[in-house]
């Protein structure tokens, strides 16, 4: 490890093979970020999904020492190909790469995975890779699943966040990433009924071209030019916090763990 005093990086891709070594052997575990690229209407950047996912996942590491692997960032979003930029791989394509991605981390000796997720065409996929991999350790979270998360979310936003280009995850990119003007985005969306919310959550969404047609400039229900850097930074807060409570939970009552669909279950 380095000499000079200086804390152990967060990042895996700043570590050396034997400085990884060194941390298996502690038993902590590994946050691998899960995202997107695709586009977030007309003030989001292409790559909110994974920034968000990586942002809040260094925040959690910053505080429990944590390791954070690079995200997997082209994933299922054949709904918004319409739009110039998206990448979309199929979900096929997605879960054999996760799956593969998180074999070799457990091959190495990393024996809790701690997935965070940004994108929620992600998760039927993830849930699938966590069922495969069984017994082995492999926890899945969005970064907005806690409470506190959501109750800042309504606080601050209410029916204006909306499904996609969401004013809270423009906010966490607005921390640490380059600011849009909001008069990109100024005129409000179309609003979303509940209805619509729970038919679609889950980026259960068209073909790419009745999507486009529907949602014209990306958002969906989501007021853009709400977001706030100031907010921003709460939310990565809170989140970051959330994740290192239940995870030292989890790991405080039982180092083996293991996700079955929604549940927990230990072996």
Same mark, same amino acid.
């Given at each position: 490890?380095?000499?000079?005093?200086?804390?152990?990086?967060?990042?895996?891709?700043?570590?050396?093979?034997?400085?990884?070594?060194?941390?298996?052997?502690?038993?902590?575990?590994?946050?691998?970020?899960?995202?997107?690229?695709?586009?977030?209407?007309?003030?989001?950047?292409?790559?909110?999904?994974?920034?968000?996912?990586?942002?809040?996942?260094?925040?959690?590491?910053?505080?429990?020492?944590?390791?954070?692997?690079?995200?997997?960032?082209?994933?299922?979003?054949?709904?918004?190909?319409?739009?110039?930029?998206?990448?979309?791989?199929?979900?096929?394509?997605?879960?054999?790469?996760?799956?593969?991605?998180?074999?070799?981390?457990?091959?190495?000796?990393?024996?809790?995975?701690?997935?965070?997720?940004?994108?929620?065409?992600?998760?039927?996929?993830?849930?699938?890779?966590?069922?495969?991999?069984?017994?082995?350790?492999?926890?899945?979270?969005?970064?907005?699943?806690?409470?506190?998360?959501?109750?800042?979310?309504?606080?601050?936003?209410?029916?204006?966040?909306?499904?996609?280009?969401?004013?809270?995850?423009?906010?966490?990119?607005?921390?640490?990433?380059?600011?849009?003007?909001?008069?990109?985005?100024?005129?409000?969306?179309?609003?979303?009924?509940?209805?619509?919310?729970?038919?679609?959550?889950?980026?259960?969404?068209?073909?790419?071209?009745?999507?486009?047609?529907?949602?014209?400039?990306?958002?969906?229900?989501?007021?853009?030019?709400?977001?706030?850097?100031?907010?921003?930074?709460?939310?990565?807060?809170?989140?970051?916090?959330?994740?290192?409570?239940?995870?030292?939970?989890? +790991?405080?009552?039982?180092?083996?763990?293991?996700?079955?669909?929604?549940? +927990?279950?230990?072996?």
């Amino acid at each position: 490890m380095d000499t000079n005093q200086k804390p152990l990086a967060l990042a895996l891709s700043q570590l050396t093979w034997p400085e990884v070594e060194t941390y298996i052997a502690t038993g902590k575990p590994l946050l691998l970020p899960l995202g997107s690229f695709e586009q977030h209407g007309p003030m989001g950047l292409m790559g909110t999904d994974y920034l968000c996912a990586e942002t809040v996942a260094m925040a959690a590491a910053g505080i429990a020492g944590w390791l954070v692997a690079p995200p997997l960032v082209y994933t299922p979003a054949p709904f918004n190909m319409a739009f110039a930029g998206t990448v979309s791989v199929s979900v096929p394509t997605f879960t054999l790469l996760l799956e593969e991605v998180c074999s070799s981390f457990i091959s190495h000796g990393f024996n809790q995975i701690y997935l965070l997720n940004g994108h929620g065409a992600n998760l039927e996929p993830a849930r699938q890779v966590i069922k495969n991999l069984a017994p082995h350790a492999i926890k899945l979270r969005s970064w907005w699943d806690f409470d506190e998360v959501q109750d800042l979310r309504q606080t601050a936003f209410g029916t204006w966040e909306g499904l996609h280009a969401t004013p809270a995850e423009i906010s966490i990119t607005q921390v640490n990433q380059r600011r849009l003007d909001p008069d990109l985005a100024r005129e409000p969306p179309m609003p979303l009924s509940e209805a619509y919310i729970k038919a679609h959550s889950g980026d259960r969404h068209g073909d790419p071209i009745s999507h486009q047609r529907t949602f014209p400039d990306g958002r969906v229900g989501s007021h853009s030019a709400l977001a706030s850097p100031h907010i921003g930074t709460q939310l990565i807060a809170i989140a970051a916090q959330a994740i290192v409570d239940e995870l030292s939970d989890l +790991i405080n009552a039982n180092p083996a763990y293991v996700e079955t669909g929604d549940q +927990i279950r230990v072996r």
